[in-house]
């Protein structure tokens, strides 16, 4: 017997989380362990509790709604998290963990009695405005940094310790969460698709094959300070047009060379960054994405040998430092192919897509099998406070995820 989704009550819930965190401009600003954060997992907690779920948390702030199958053994999960970024959409992240909540919900109304236990997570700070990207799922798998959790600041200036003195949680107790973590047999994750591809297609159903690889660094051009009228321009080390030269030729590179790949400067610091000085230093924000771990590590040779050749040439000195790196994901045949026959059942076109945008699937791939469906983002837009999704696909995505997770958990 199929059963839907109530996409009244999941556009409701929507609407009400899309309240919590509500800023000026329109959009909505709810990082981790913020004022809004937690306001947001309160009100999650007394959904799940609200839905007839079986409620908990990690040590590192995730949180779990349980429905107990009749057998134990490995769980089949689904979520996504409830953070944003700043000055941010409704529907990034909140789609998935609602939507997942919406399906455990329809699946205990009706009685059913699977065989799996099903578990809808939300997890932490995967948006990275605490110390590096996707510290919950991470804490979840036992994939952290030590020296970064310990010692790393946050986007709010203060050390992770000093932010979590306001939540039931440390440092400690998230260096340990993964001792909480069950088995997982498989993980879903509904997301808006952040692109343009299925609303251009008019396709309400994407299925993800592959997510993306990502690497981080900070990178610094170290030149020399002089005056700006005095120092000639044939005798400069200046080390923003060593920037300047490297981003072009970077991207002239990867557009030529590695065509579906991506490369992005998104944050530069010029020092001393003032009127009539030849800027000495320039530090920039770097990554680079690709879909298999092959092309990354080449990427990572030809980038950095290409910022070498340029400080050469301009009598620099090129410096970087890692910052995050995250292995790309081949999604699993049998379960693109299990939501593929959800979505054949259901009656509903789809596309297979790639994820550019990191995911906690990603992440938990390390644990069991990852799979994802994307809902269309009207214009492409995401991250912003433009973000939306029409209902009716909405309703599409929640309804796949409902019957792929019955058919897993059975």
């Not at 949180?63 to 999960?77: D, N």
């Not at 700043?86 to 909540?101: E, K, R, S, T, Y």
């Not at 110390?131 to 200036?157: N, W």
């Not at 080390?239 to 981003?247: H, T």
């Amino acid at each position: 017997m199929e059963i839907f989704v109530d996409i009244d009550r999941l556009w409701r819930n929507l609407g009400e989380l899309g309240r919590i965190g509500r800023d000026p401009r329109g959009g909505v600003t709810r990082p981790s362990f913020s004022q809004a954060d937690l306001e947001a997992r309160a009100w999650l907690k007394d959904k799940i509790e609200s839905a007839g779920l079986a409620i908990r948390h990690d040590g590192a702030g995730n949180i779990f709604g349980r429905l107990e199958g009749s057998a134990g053994g490995k769980v089949v999960m689904a979520g996504s998290h409830i953070d944003t970024v700043p000055n941010g959409g409704m529907f990034d992240g909140a789609a998935g963990v609602l939507a997942a909540l919406e399906c455990l919900e329809r699946i205990r109304e009706e009685g059913f009695r699977l065989t799996k236990t099903l578990e809808v997570a939300s997890f932490t700070d995967e948006e990275g405005g605490l110390v590096g990207d996707f510290l919950g799922s991470r804490a979840f798998i036992g994939d952290l940094d030590r020296e970064l959790v310990e010692k790393g600041l946050t986007a709010f200036g203060l050390s992770l310790r000093d932010v979590l003195k306001a939540t039931p949680y440390t440092v400690e107790s998230i260096l340990e969460a993964r001792r909480e973590a069950p088995e997982i047999e498989a993980f879903l994750e509904l997301h808006i698709e952040q692109g343009p591809v299925l609303d251009d297609e008019g396709v309400p159903v994407g299925i993800v094959e592959a997510i993306q690889g990502k690497h981080y660094r900070w990178c610094s051009f170290i030149g020399e300070a002089g005056h700006a009228g005095t120092t000639a321009l044939e005798l400069r080390r200046d080390a923003f047009l060593g920037l300047a030269d490297f981003a072009l030729k970077a991207t002239r590179h990867v557009a030529a060379n590695r065509y579906g790949s991506f490369v992005t400067i998104g944050k530069v610091n010029v020092k001393p960054g003032a009127f009539s000085i030849v800027p000495g230093e320039a530090g920039f924000s770097f990554e680079f994405r690709a879909r298999t771990g092959e092309t990354m590590a080449v990427l990572e040779r030809e980038l950095f040998a290409l910022a070498e050749d340029v400080a050469a040439t301009r009598g620099l000195r090129f410096v970087s430092r890692v910052i995050d790196k995250t292995a790309p994901l081949a999604v699993p045949v049998r379960l693109t192919a299990l939501l593929q026959e959800s979505c054949a059942r259901l009656g509903y076109p789809f596309l297979a897509l790639t994820s550019g945008a990191g995911h906690d699937a990603q992440i938990l791939a390390a644990k069991g099998d990852t799979a994802m469906i994307f809902v269309p983002s009207p214009d492409g837009l995401s991250h912003c406070p433009e973000e939306s999704v029409r209902r009716e696909d909405l309703e599409k995505g929640a309804n796949v995820l409902l019957s792929s997770l019955i058919r897993l958990a059975s």
